[in-house]
């Protein structure tokens, strides 16, 4: 699984659009005393990860919030598989696995980009909720935001 493809609906010749993985060296203060990269960086860079994504597709953290609206973390669950080391770099592929308005489901895959040996596997899951706090549905109340998920699924 490298870089992404997705169709584009929105024109006819049917482009396609190539996501980058988000890529990170990892850092001496990411290691805990055995000399390994302590389980919980993995998440920082899934966050890192899923805001370069939503920023590829064009619709970023920083615009959604303009918009009131913020995607809350509501699941996540990560499987280790091998651990990552000081000064390796990390590649972090990101998929939409599912997305209904109300919530997106993302898995990620963490990877060695030397060697290619697998890091992690995880998944997180994540609503949309307005200024308040309150559960919001991005089809009723953002339908522009609403096709750029589909742009990509």
Known sequence: MSEHEIQVRKHPEKKKIQFKPYEHRTKYHETDQQGIIHPSYYV????????????????????????????????????????????????VETKLVSYDGNQMEIAYRIYDKTTGEDRAIAK??????????????????????????????
């Open 44 to 91: 920082n860079w899934m966050e890192d990860a899923r805001m370069d994504l939503m920023e590829q597709v064009g619709m970023g953290y920083k615009q959604m919030e303009e918009l009131q609206v913020f995607s809350q973390m509501v699941s996540l669950s990560i499987e280790y598989r091998s651990p990552a080391k000081f000064e390796e770099k990390v590649v």
């Open 124 to 153: 997180s899951k994540h609503c949309f909720m307005n200024y308040s706090g309150i559960p919001i549905s991005m089809k009723r109340i953002y339908p522009e935001l609403e096709t750029k998920f589909f742009e990509f699924k």
